[in-house]
């Protein structure tokens, strides 16, 4: 089975996604993101301009054949850019095998190991008392697991507090927006978010939260300590994964669970926070990690070590992307959790899915491959904007991670 053609897609309905479609030569097609949020077009000439022309003529059945000799024919290893770029490719094609063989894509990774997936929402506002009230939202739409943000007292901004009711977004139009920092407020405040928030909700419903990378290991061991009578769902990204040393301190000082992996690219990123057990559930997602072919590595390496999965699914992760991860999360045992963050209006009328959601879980639905499609006339219409993601600084000008 030939491909024939590929193309890139670039377009903006609500926000930025870069869609690769691969047709093969009996009519059939696939999709895959290639989305990488503040610098899309570096992805898309990467495919546009090398990738491609490696694919016409090729065998679109050979998934990993194609795989290895996309990563090991660049010679130069890993890097969002490049694993993007071989995510798209590797979803495109496994959507294709999908279609081809008439099965959804998640029986062909052995079938679902559950009913349905848990999934997680944003709750998010300036103060305590309106992030209660995004709570309550999403516990009224069903959610069983929800991730909360809250602006800090004294602080103008803080990740995570968002435009939209249900879904948030960080990137905008223009100059990076700069956002001021301080970890000292932050740290003596996030305890009483949460002290709050178990004496509103109660025990039963899920709570996670995200520190974004800003702490230091010592300062994210306080939080984590802090935090336990709470008994979080997980504590996210405390610190900046480089140092992953600095997770064994984390470790030694809170029972708090740890999820760290969102801006990962391959298993090699994962291997010494998976082996020596420092987080508990490993965040890589199918567009960033090497599609869904990488992502079952990842999560069988995970699997030995008790470590779960709890994939990105931020409104920059497209409906093709979503569509990949749920029929990724249906399939391997150890899953744990899926994000997913509602995308905007425009963007749920471009991309077409099968893809549910019902009290708390999501399904990837029946039709067979991904069961998600782009409308590319529709598409046309919302041209590619320059946007950025934020940066942050120190209160006095140092630039922080963000
Ligand atoms: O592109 C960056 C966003 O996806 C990220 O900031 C969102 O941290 C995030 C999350 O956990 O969803
Ligand atoms: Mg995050």
């Given amino acids: 089975m030939k491909i024939t053609d590929a193309k890139v897609i670039v377009c903006s309905?609500?926000?930025?996604?870069?869609?690769?479609?691969?047709t093969t030569e009996d009519g059939l097609y696939g999709l895959g993101d290639a989305t990488l949020n503040g610098r899309e077009l570096a992805v898309a000439s990467y495919l546009a301009d090398h990738v491609i022309p490696l694919l016409i003529g090729r065998d679109a059945r050979r998934v990993e054949d194609t795989w290895q000799y996309l990563y090991k024919g660049a010679y130069w290893r890993r890097g969002p850019v490049t694993m993007t770029a071989i995510s798209a490719v590797d979803t495109a094609l496994w959507d294709i095998k999908g279609k081809s063989l008439n099965v959804p894509v998640y029986q062909l990774l052995g079938g679902a190991s559950r009913d349905a997936v848990m999934v997680y929402g944003h709750a998010s506002g300036a103060d305590i008392e309106s992030t209660l009230h995004a709570v309550a939202e999403y516990l009224r739409l069903g959610y069983k697991a929800v991730r909360v943000q809250s602006g800090v007292p004294g602080m103008a901004t803080v990740y995570g507090v968002?435009?939209?009711?249900?879904?948030?977004?960080?990137?905008?139009?223009?100059?990076?927006?700069?956002?001021?920092?301080?970890?000292?407020?932050?740290?003596?405040?996030?305890p009483h978010l949460f002290e709050r928030?178990?004496?509103?909700?109660?025990?039963?419903?899920?709570l996670l939260h995200d520190v974004h990378h800003r702490?230091?290991?010592?300062?994210?061991?306080?939080?984590?300590?802090?935090?336990?009578?709470?008994?979080?769902?997980?504590?996210?990204?405390?610190?900046?994964?480089?140092?992953?040393?600095?997770?064994?301190?984390?470790?030694?000082?809170t029972t708090t669970p740890l999820a760290v992996g969102e801006v990962f690219n391959s298993v090699y990123d994962c291997q010494q926070l998976i082996q020596e057990q420092l987080i508990d559930y490993i965040r890589t997602t199918v567009v960033h990690a090497g599609g869904i072919s990488h992502l079952r590595k990842i999560a069988s390496l995970a699997e030995?070590?008790?470590?779960?999965?709890?994939?990105?699914?931020?409104?920059?992760?497209?409906?093709?992307?979503?569509?990949?991860?749920?029929?990724?999360?249906?399939?391997v045992h150890n899953f744990?959790?899926?994000?997913?963050?509602?995308?905007?209006?425009?963007?749920?009328?471009?991309?077409?899915?099968?893809?549910?959601?019902?009290?708390?879980?999501?399904?990837?639905?029946?039709?067979?491959?991904?069961?998600?499609?782009?409308?590319?006339?529709?598409?046309?219409?919302?041209?590619?904007?320059?946007?950025?993601?934020?940066?942050?600084?120190?209160?006095?000008?140092?630039?922080?991670?963000?």
């Fill in 197 to 206: 928030l178990r004496k509103e909700f109660g025990s039963a419903v899920h």
């Fill in 304 to 331: 030995l070590y008790h470590v779960r999965t709890g994939c990105h699914g931020a409104t920059d992760m497209s409906p093709v992307c979503i569509a990949a991860a749920l029929h990724f999360d249906l399939s």
């Fill in 215 to 253: 702490l230091t290991p010592i300062e994210a061991a306080r939080l984590g300590k802090s935090l336990e009578p709470y008994h979080l769902f997980w504590l996210e990204d405390p610190v900046p994964a480089e140092l992953q040393e600095s997770f064994r301190l984390i470790r030694q000082h």
């Fill in 13 to 22: 309905p609500g926000r930025n996604f870069v869609t690769l479609k691969v």
């Fill in 336 to 402: 744990g959790i899926q994000e997913y963050m509602r995308h905007s209006a425009e963007t749920e009328r471009v991309f077409s899915h099968a893809y549910t959601f019902s009290d708390g879980m999501m399904h990837p639905g029946d039709a067979p491959g991904l069961g998600v499609d782009i409308d590319e006339g529709l598409a046309a219409q919302y041209p590619y904007r320059r946007a950025y993601l934020p940066v942050n600084r120190r209160l006095d000008g140092t630039i922080h991670s963000w």
């Fill in 162 to 190: 968002g435009r939209g009711d249900f879904y948030y977004e960080p990137a905008e139009p223009g100059r990076p927006p700069e956002c001021l920092w301080s970890s000292e407020a932050y740290l003596n405040f996030v």
